[in-house]
Structure formats: C-alpha cells, structure tokens
C-alpha cells in the first residue's frame, strides 16, 4: 500500500506520460473518548484503504447549492511560538444528535486530539487510494453549543444547531518573545495539564538565560 507522499510522487514521475491529474481532499479526525469522528471536504462517505469510513461534511441547502456543514480556521506557523486557539463547528445538526452531543461529559472531549490529514483520490469516486498523510495535530480543550434562530426568506423561523470544537496547537503555553521560550510557571502549568506531571522543572532557569544572566546549577 502506497503512503500519501510516495503516491503523489508516482503520479508526479516523468515516465508516467500524458497529464495528470491529482486530486487530494481534507480529512479531520477527533480523537473523542469512545466514539471517534472522522469528517472529510467532500460529499457522502470516503473509505480510506485501512477499511475506515469517512463522513462528507458537504452538504445542498434549500436552493441546492453546495455548501460545507462544517466550518475550521486555517492552520496557522507556529513556529514563532505562538499557539493560536482554533475553533470548528459543525453546523445545522438536527435536535436528537444535538442533545446526544451537548449531554456527553466533557471529559470526553477535553485533553483530547485532533488530527488534520490529507488523502488522494481518484479521478471519479470517493475511495481513497491513499491511507490519511500529512498530518497536524491540536489538542481538544473544550466544546461550545449554540441555538439560533433566523428569519427564513417566507417569514418562517428556522432553528439553527450548532456545536464548536476548541482546541490549541501543542505549542500552547509559548511566549510570544523572539526566543520562543517558556516560563516556569507556563511551563508547570502546562505539564500538568496535558500529562498531569507536578514537578515540571524543566524551565526552573529560563528567565534568567533569556536575560543573558549565567546559572551555576551544580
């Protein structure tokens, strides 16, 4: 079975001849405590070579137009040091999956990871040919759930059910200096909260180094 990268490139290789055409697609895994949810940018199910089956997040409105029932903010450098909070929503979910969703723990969500993958497709067809590559990862911090309730175009009251991921690069917790270093209390707290580690002395030094001070620890 071909990795992601390994069969770009074999469509990329010069030897294969006429055009090519390379058709990729965006998939999003939550690693949710006891039922994962895969989505992908596209309409309908997407099998993936390792038997896994991906939900579209395409869907047709009431004009029968095409548009994404699930929303997400670009990925963004985080190499400066900076940890930018995302959040994605999923958008008109019916009352039933609503209330099933609003009511699960949130221990469920919290801490947890979110997987950014890309996958090749055929040129027709949604059966991947590739397993998901290229991957960012988040970290879950939380979940928010919304009710509204536009005016639809006859006058009529639509309800509109929406529920928003929360989640942060693993570089959290980074100052913004041109350094990109960690203090010591951002640095504990951080410990303890993604792997419940009380006595992170890992960054004990840092503000002092960052000030060009020298340390004698021994």
Sequence with gaps: MQTYYDAIDAQLDVTAGGDRQIQTADAVYFDILDTPVRLWAGIGSMITPDGQRWHGFMGADE???????????????????????YEMSLHFLDEATFLELRDMAAAKVKGRDVLFYSVLLPKNGTRALTPPGDAHRLRMLDTRFSVSRPMGQGGETQIHRTITVLAKNLNQGRSLTHFGVMSDTVQRARSKQLFDIDDDDYCQFTGKYANGYTIQIF
């Design 63 to 85: 004009n029968g137009e095409v548009q994404s029932l699930f929303h997400i903010e670009p990925l963004g450098d985080v190499r400066d040091g900076a940890a930018p909070l």
